[in-house]
């Protein structure tokens, strides 16, 4: 896409917010409604919680690592500052550990909404950022982190999205060997890791630098990237993320075979919430995320989740099949509609219709209106005409 | 509902805006897709304007009625201020206008989306407020206002909500007619004519109170409130929107035949970009409006529009029936859990379940956890048991 000349005016929308025009609009709704569809079949709830909150709500706890990305407005209400919410998970935790505390765990939540992301700046990236998603609240178990994944994985299917792959890693793990290297080394380390640029790294990890061009090298297969990780002379605090780890892979293996996954020990992205396993998502269709998700605290309640990025299945996924227009008379009885509707066709009134010619063909003018609306059929004398 | 009681942290979301449980979010969601269901039957297609804008787009021409109740923030990329949308009929004529300009007419668009409002000082309103509506754009004709009001009624019919009534009033009408009072008066007409007080209307209005009176008690059923219309002696300007209100209700009367249609000609409530034939539905089932729509102009095209209220349908709706939940240990495989969710099960995996007795009979460990789960329905034993 061009954006220079697909979009008719620049300035007519702020940077990162776009129509969704017919065809686009209706694979977006389809394709949230079917990942719902799979989230509820497997007894996931929906909840919808607000667009904006209080931004002490929002942002406290683990909301804080979203607030670099939060637009602010002031509610004339009660004078209080309120976030328009950039992620959803956070509010699902908190009405889990709020509204729904008296609800028996496992709690399975499924949501989908739009959220709004300042961006970054010099960068065109989406500012609304449609979410859909499941919160698996309760039980922290290798069976829960397959659960989430499984559901994920036949949601994308569902979808017509093939090429599926889970990326695990654990940006706990690095966060947390990053306080071992002293605070003015960790910002460039950071940096370099992100590069994946070993030279960097071993430059500014100084005594940890060892382990921490291994989690680089250890990436790749799940099976092969945990052998070497176990190799790995972790603090014993840390070694427990790596056994998880292993646990979980397991889990997953059982739950979906033949799941393709992938370990990138060095990951560290995303929001810094999450406490154990994590995942992205990927297809070999596309080189974007199509979603990302792990374990996190829900108030004080272990859960893991995962989030879809609908913009990014679009661009992947088997696009709805758009019904066929059929052009009827604005007098057609509401009945025969319905026949039409029965048998899988948009009705399309002609409002100005030219006249009929009552014969069995149809007349040029019929023909010309009904290639104007793009109708493939036309209703003509009691009956479905192809054009 | 008792705001006071209902929620059991009042300070926890902003006044206004609420979160959405199990069975209410379903609900919601159900009810906009079965609404969107039907609109497409009838060749409306989908489209997807941003919740945001530049104010200086998303406020300007029609849009400019919409300004008190906007909440504004600043795009720190651009330093333009930027708007939330309030309704999304402008967006939508906006999008007819620009990017859709080249499509032929009549264009039949519907959108669904979440809109945010200032709302009212010290009045408890909904501030996130859902709309899902279409939008006909291009031909005005009696036939168009009728195709708008047949399809919402068919949209709510849809939704098992009985007892619909459409409400017609002609808003430019009321409003021309206050620019013959002097200025002084018109605030407080305006007043007196929202409480229909007709002692302060005939107080106000000077030369035009028998004009205003008349207005006010030519309400009710559309029929008689024609035959009263068409006595007064109104501005030759203005006798034309009396033609067309009769015009448009036979043309509803041909193709919604038996639907209840009453005018309320005092009535001049809602966004002021109506040019023509407004509509506010309701149902008997509740005193609350079902959604409004109207006539207006989108750019320089005629366009007539029907914007439905999720949250109020929502309360007088058929609810959806839940799926029944079936309990499944944790290692069922895929295949199994499939044939469950085509039988229309949703399948909760026991995910640290009790040991299953190996019998035919249900533990009472298993019953246990499945009540706790809300199951209504056990696997055990390659079958489905009731619980």
């Known amino acids: 896409m061009n954006p220079l000349t697909d979009r008719p005016s620049p300035a007519l929308l702020p940077m990162g917010f776009v129509d969704l025009l017919p065809g686009e609009a209706e694979a977006e709704a389809a394709g949230i409604a079917g990942v719902m569809e799979i989230f509820a079949r497997h007894g996931y709830e929906r909840v919808r919680p607000p667009l904006l909150e209080y931004e002490s709500s929002l942002l406290s706890g683990a909301g804080e690592a979203l607030a670099e990305q939060s637009f602010r407005l002031l509610d004339p209400a009660s004078h209080r500052m309120m976030a328009l919410r950039p992620d959803m998970t956070t509010q699902i935790a908190r009405m889990a550990s709020v509204r729904l505390s008296d609800q028996p765990r496992p709690l399975r939540l499924s949501y989908s909404g739009d959220c709004v992301q300042v961006g970054t700046a010099g960068r065109e990236t989406d500012r609304q950022v449609p979410q859909v998603g499941l919160e698996l609240i309760g039980p922290d178990l290798p069976a829960a982190d397959a659960e989430v994944v499984a559901v994920g994985a036949e949601a994308l299917d569902f979808l017509g999205i093939d090429g599926i792959s889970f990326d695990l890693s654990i940006p706990a793990l690095v966060w947390a060997l990053l306080e071992e290297v002293p605070a003015a080394q960790r910002v460039p380390l950071v940096n370099a890791l992100d590069r994946r640029d070993a030279a960097a ?25 945990l052998e070497k990780l176990e190799q790995l002379d972790l603090p014993e605090a840390l070694a427990g993320h790596v056994q998880r780890l292993r646990a979980s892979i397991e889990a997953i293996g059982k739950r979906v075979p033949g799941l393709k996954l992938t370990v990138d020990p060095a990951d560290f992205r995303g929001w810094r919430y999450h406490t154990g396993i994590c ?72 409002l100005a219709a030219p006249e009929s010619p009552g014969g069995e063909s149809l007349s040029e003018a019929t023909r010309a209106l009904a290639r104007k609306l793009r109708c493939s059929h036309v209703w003509q004398n009691g009956k479905v005409q192809v054009l």
Not at 203 to 216: D, K, P, R, Y
Request: with cysteine; net charge positive.
């Open 279 to 350: 995942m992205t998502v990927f297809s070999t269709r596309s080189r974007e995320e199509l979603g990302r998700g792990g374990r996190y605290l829900a108030g004080n309640e272990p859960a893991c989740g995962l989030t879809l990025r609908p913009q990014a299945l679009l661009r992947v996924a088997r696009l709805p099949v758009p019904r066929p227009r059929c052009l009827v008379p604005e007098t057609l009885p509401q009945a025969s509609r319905e026949a039409l509707h029965e048998a899988g066709y948009a009705t399309v009134s002609a």
């Open 201 to 225: 790294v071993a430059q500014h990890a100084g005594a940890q630098a060892g382990l921490f061009l291994a989690l680089i090298q250890a990436a790749g297969k799940a099976d092969s990237a």
